[in-house]
């Protein structure tokens, strides 16, 4: 069987250095200006997640983002933030997980013993808040 080596070079906090997700104040900013579709396709690519998958999330159509692409065009400030939070998530999620594909299983996981998952609540600002919050949690100790 082969052996799968993480590559540091790959990681989400690598691929998106240059972008500051460190507080509220520099994501708001970042967002009102408006990011790249280059940032969402990397993105997309970097945590395995189909184009398609992604832009729901984000709750814009993959149609929008190809013609944004198209006419080199920068994400409105909404799918912009969205966007950045996830990155901010994730970077966090791959930290604590050691791994995307290990983070995106506990995604699939449950949210505090309901019938809804961790993932499913990303398609909110709000709901990548309180994932992160509970990322927060683990990393301290506190079992969830």
């Given at each position: 069987m082969p052996t799968i080596t993480f590559n540091k070079n790959n990681s989400v906090k690598q691929r998106f250095k240059t972008l500051d997700v460190s507080n509220l104040n520099a994501i708001v900013s970042a967002a009102r200006k408006g990011?790249?579709?280059?940032?969402?396709?990397?993105?997309?690519?970097?945590?395995?997640?189909?184009?398609?998958?992604?832009?729901?999330?984000?709750?814009?159509?993959?149609?929008?983002?190809?013609?944004?692409?198209?006419?080199?065009?920068?994400?409105?400030?909404?799918?912009?933030?969205?966007?950045?939070?996830?990155?901010?998530?994730?970077?966090?999620?791959?930290?604590?997980?050691?791994?995307?594909?290990?983070?995106?299983?506990?995604?699939?996981?449950?949210?505090?013993?309901k019938k809804i998952t961790h993932g499913e609540l990303i398609n909110t600002v709000g709901g990548v808040d309180l994932i992160s919050e509970e990322l927060e949690k683990l990393a301290q100790g506190y079992p969830i």
């Open positions: 990011i790249k579709t280059k940032v969402f396709y990397d993105f997309a690519e970097t945590i395995n997640m189909p184009e398609k998958n992604l832009a729901a999330v984000i709750n814009v159509s993959s149609r929008t983002i190809s013609n944004y692409k198209n006419e080199e065009k920068l994400l409105e400030p909404m799918y912009s933030e969205h966007l950045l939070k996830l990155i901010q998530l994730f970077e966090k999620g791959e930290e604590l997980f050691g791994s995307v594909d290990e983070f995106n299983y506990w995604l699939k996981k449950s949210f505090l013993n």
